[in-house]
């Protein structure tokens, strides 16, 4: 009696399994979360609105249903990081004499030139202020 066809049927779906694991993406490109919060950066920039770390959390729960639970929004400074680094957006450090400590966020001439590739996104945004 042979055994090595067994052994197949165990190993083959710990192989599927392990195969499904999602690894990281590489340093530098642009998933779709950071897709979105370019969106909703430049959907606040262009309706003159401001952009802060909290409202960007509360637009990707409210418009997009992802990061519902209140320990995500580090989640989020973590994209916004990531994303200044790659210089798709700026940070606006606070003003000293003004009493708002936020640091806010604008989109750059580099991360508009990416429009095409949020503008789905955007399109979300924009059907959900015409909606309100």
């Known amino acids: 009696m042979d055994i090595l066809p067994i052994r197949k049927l165990y190993i083959v779906p710990f192989l599927i399994s ?11 490109t642009c998933g ?7 969106a909703i950066v430049c959907q606040n920039c262009d309706s003159e609105e401001i952009s802060y770390g909290y409202n960007i959390w509360q637009s990707l729960k409210g418009q ?4 519902l639970n209140d320990c995500d929004v580090r989640n989020v400074y973590h994209h916004l990081k990531e994303l200044r680094e790659m210089e798709l957006l700026k940070k606006l450090e606070p003003d000293e004499s003004n009493e708002d400590i936020r640091s806010l966020y604008m989109i750059t001439e580099k991360g508009r030139g990416m429009q095409i590739k949020y503008e789905p996104y955007l399109k979300i945004l924009q059907r959900e202020a015409v909606s309100l």
């Open 18 to 28: 392990v195969s499904r694991i999602d690894l990281p993406k590489p340093k530098g």
């Open 32 to 38: 779709s979360t950071k897709l979105k919060i370019m």
């Open 64 to 67: 997009f249903y992802i990061y």
